[in-house]
């Protein structure tokens, strides 16, 4: 008997579970309440419900700041490690939230990481 834990039958690290857990969160979370918007309007534009008090406008502010790293980041990371389509996750963030497709780049990102350490 060894003492050697058994080794792993995929090569996918757990961060990329936690990732797309993230990612799935995100996304139903954000669903839900873009679909609140829908079937129960407040009556603001959807720009003036952006900036409706300074609470909000503060946390506008930091979406766009983090949705703007995050767009560079994908952009950056997916042409360094030759990640497909990685273009497009900076598009669906515009039609879903970047709190889905940032997450999900990243646990592609950790799976291709995990592809290249064991090539």
């Known amino acids: 008997m060894t003492d050697r ?10 961060a990329f579970w936690v990732y797309l857990a993230v990612a799935a969160i995100g996304l139903v979370g954000t669903a839900w309440f873009n679909i609140q918007s829908v079937v129960n309007p407040s009556g603001d534009t ?3 419900a952006w900036f409706a008090n300074p609470s909000v406008s503060s946390l506008s502010w930091d979406l766009l ?3 703007s790293a995050a767009s ?3 952009i950056l990371e997916g042409r360094r490690l030759g990640i497909r389509w990685y273009w497009a996750y ?6 879903t939230a970047v709190a889905f497709t940032f997450p999900l780049f990243l646990a592609v990102r950790e799976r291709r990481l995990a592809q290249a350490s064991a090539a």
Not at 5 to 14: E, F, K
Not at 90 to 95: A, L, M, R, T, Y
Request: proline share 12%.
């Open 46 to 48: 959807f720009f003036a």
């Open 65 to 67: 700041a983090t949705a």
């Open 90 to 95: 900076v598009i669906f963030s515009f039609v």
């Open 5 to 14: 834990a058994p080794r792993r039958s995929s090569s996918t690290p757990p």
């Open 72 to 74: 560079i980041f994908i």
